[in-house]
């Protein structure tokens, strides 16, 4: 259970959030996070999903992570939870939002996955980014605007962490010197691509079966980037069905050489690993840049 200064803040962000009185009830922990605590709430009105974390470490990890799921939301492409209430009690800040009660897949589950992120994948802006800096996991994630991806790609994405992670000293010199000539070789590797919505943190633990059978994601690091990046975070740990990867490219087809990207999108998520879990990542980060 979660202490009572807390309890009474949630009951008043919720009620007026809703226009109704609430009442917790209780708070169970869920599991499945890499990085908050997690509690399904229970109160007069039903369930609430609960995020908690230490608002001194991450000051405004959730207010971003509340705009990530109302920008997915907007796009009406996938089920997004709807983002409630965000704020801090004591040292903690919190994240309120519906729950997503548990289902059992329709015959058509991923298909329906992959048009929905395919729908998504559609929704456009001119630059490559995001209006304010965000996070993956923990880590901040840099979203200066940029018309063209493999510059987006090197500035916002691969080299802030190589010099974090070298920074450090989780790698070496060498790795920071291979990953600079695999940036340089980007421009050859990306034909031109128009920037997409993406999920920007879509590996399995990311989505549940809600209770219309569909795919309801959540836990974004959203901007607009390059579609193959979702794409290759799906297949990182685990992958999605093939069904899902068929049928997403009989809708929305990739520009010819994306098997060849895969590693290379897959690289940004392998280094956030790196820094944050370390072991065997930094392996397959060097697995990759080997080809280049
Ligand atoms: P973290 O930010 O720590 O990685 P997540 O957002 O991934 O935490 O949530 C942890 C787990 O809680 C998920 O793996 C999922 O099982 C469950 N979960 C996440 N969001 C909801 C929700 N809105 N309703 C119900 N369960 C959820």
């Known amino acids: 259970m979660i202490d009572e200064s807390l309890q009474i803040k949630l009951g008043g962000a919720l009620s007026e959030k809703l226009q109704v009185k609430i009442h917790i009830n209780d708070a169970k922990s869920v599991s499945g996070g890499d990085i908050n605590e997690t509690f399904r709430i ?10 908690l974390n230490n608002t001194a470490q991450y000051p405004d990890l959730f207010q971003q992570e509340f705009s990530g799921l109302q920008e997915l939301r907007a796009a009406y492409a996938l089920s997004v939870p709807k983002p409630l209430a965000t704020g801090t009690v004591a040292d903690k800040s919190y994240l309120l939002m519906e729950f997503i ?3 059992v897949a329709v015959s058509d589950f991923w298909e329906n996955f992959a048009a929905g992120l395919a729908r998504q ?17 923990t880590l901040k994630q840099y979203n200066t605007p940029y ?12 080299m ?10 989780i790698i070496e010199q060498q790795t ?7 940036c340089r070789q980007l421009p050859r590797l990306f034909p031109a691509e128009q920037p997409a919505l993406l999920h920007g943190d879509l ?35 685990g992958g999605f069905d093939t069904r899902f990867y068929y049928a997403y490219q009989s809708i929305y087809p990739l520009v010819p050489g994306w098997q060849e990207r895969i590693g290379i999108c897959q690289l940004y998520p392998l ?3 790196t820094i944050l879990f370390g072991g065997n990542y930094y392996s397959s980060v060097r697995e990759v840049l080997a080809a280049y």
């Open 147 to 158: 018309s063209n991806w493999p510059v987006f790609y090197a500035f916002n994405r691969l």
């Open 271 to 273: 280094l956030v690993h």
């Open 160 to 169: 802030p962490l190589t010099r974090l992670a070298y920074d450090k000293k």
């Open 176 to 182: 920071v010197k291979q990953m600079e000539r695999l």
């Open 42 to 51: 229970a109160t007069n009105e039903g369930y609430f999903f609960l995020k």
């Open 121 to 137: 994948h559609l929704i456009t802006q001119p630059h490559f980014g995001y209006p304010v800096p965000n996070y993956i996991g």
């Open 101 to 103: 009660q548990k289902g």
């Open 203 to 237: 590996w399995s633990g990311n989505f549940m079966i809600g209770n219309d059978g569909r795919a309801c994601i959540y836990d974004p690091a959203v901007y607009y980037g390059h579609r193959e990046m979702d794409l290759a975070m799906t297949r990182l740990f």
